[in-house]
């Protein structure tokens, strides 16, 4: 049987690292809405002219832009066995518009990567990517704050969050992830 997961959790967290791993070990593709703006922005497409500003001051690219990429990519036929989304749902709309697209009861795990402030602004600023800047990374943390946490209640109140601890070595983090998936 496929799945559909989703990853969730602050940003820095290592969440994207975790994913890719994790996808080509179960075979399903690694959606991320993160690296799908950034190949527009670098392939310097009119949807990326849009977004690379917006992504640069760590809001939020507007809901109908993520929304039609997601409803694409999921679309398409290596999605159909599952898929892991990354960077999506990240606010009450974008859940909904989820839930429309697929179904309420289509995403069988959210995985919750946690890890503490002080932990994930110091691993952002050592990565060094353009929207990695002091005052965007400060803007990416109060949007995660403020619309994309509360999404875990939803998700809580379906019984399908599954929280795992991200500090720690890559495997680590991976083999927990893998043990409440295995769950
Ligand atoms: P991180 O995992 O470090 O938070 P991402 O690669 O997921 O970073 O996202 C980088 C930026 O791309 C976000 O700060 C935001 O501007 C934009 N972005 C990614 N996913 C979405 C989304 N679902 N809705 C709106 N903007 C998004």
């Known amino acids: ?21 994790l996808c080509r070990a179960l075979g399903i593709p690694h959606v991320s ?3 799908m703006l950034r190949e527009h922005v670098d392939g310097g ?10 992504m640069d001051s760590g ?17 398409r036929d ?12 990240r606010n009450p709309a974008q859940a909904a518009a989820l839930d429309e697209i697929l179904g309420e009861g289509i995403v069988d ?34 949007v995660y704050r403020e619309q994309t ?7 809580e109140e379906r019984g399908i969050v599954r929280i795992v601890d991200g500090v720690g070595q890559i495997p680590e983090v991976l083999c927990r992830i893998v043990q409440v998936l295995a769950e």
């Open 1 to 21: 049987m496929g799945r559909n997961l989703l990853i969730l959790g602050p940003p820095g967290a290592g969440k994207g690292t975790q994913a890719e791993v």
């Open 33 to 35: 809405t993160g690296a």
């Open 45 to 54: 497409t009119e949807l990326g002219m849009l977004a690379k500003e917006v």
């Open 59 to 75: 809001e939020l690219v507007s809901d109908e832009i993520v929304v039609a990429m997601v409803a694409d990519r999921l679309s």
């Open 78 to 89: 290596d999605a159909a066995c599952g898929w892991l989304l990354d960077g999506f749902p």
């Open 109 to 142: 795990t959210v995985v919750v990567v946690d890890a503490p402030e002080e932990e994930i602004v110091a691993r952002m600023l050592a990565r060094g990517r353009s929207d990695d800047t002091g005052e965007a990374t400060r803007t990416r943390l109060a």
């Open 149 to 155: 946490a509360p999404l875990m209640d939803l998700y």
